[in-house]
């Protein structure tokens, strides 16, 4: 399995701005397609981004699409998301995980997790 560990959750005001970056080791980085999912206390984890091996094949929840943009560097093992115009609605624990499968919007078809990293968006 690959270890992966989020960072870059904070408190932000809405309409700020926020990177979240994953740090993957263990295995090689890009024999997998990643994805981000978020979840909140009353919600099941939920679908945000996801990226294929090279970083070309992306896609997106509708509820983020054109604020959002996920991204991937290879070389450093590392995944990122590049979050704009933050809503009260985005705060949630965010994960990002591993997968065999290119742009699965379900949890189910990945299979490393990290801990998770806290985005908090205020009024």
């Known amino acids: 399995q690959v270890h992966l560990v989020e960072s870059g959750g904070r408190l932000v005001q809405a309409g700020g701005s926020l990177k979240l970056s994953c740090a993957a080791s263990?295995?090689?980085?890009?024999?997998?397609?990643m994805g981000w999912f978020r979840q909140t206390p009353s919600k099941g984890r939920d679908f945000v981004a996801a990226?294929?091996?090279?970083?070309?094949?992306?896609f997106y929840a509708d509820s983020v699409n054109g604020r959002f943009s996920v991204s991937r560097d290879n070389a450093k093992s590392t995944l990122y998301l590049q979050m704009n115009n933050l809503e009260l609605e985005d705060t949630a624990v965010y994960y990002c995980a591993t997968s065999v499968r290119l742009g699965a919007t379900s949890p189910s078809p990945y299979d490393s997790w990290g801990p998770g990293t806290q985005v908090t968006v205020s009024s």
């Open positions: 990226i294929g091996w090279s970083g070309e094949s992306k």
């Open positions: 263990g295995h090689d980085f890009s024999n997998y397609a």
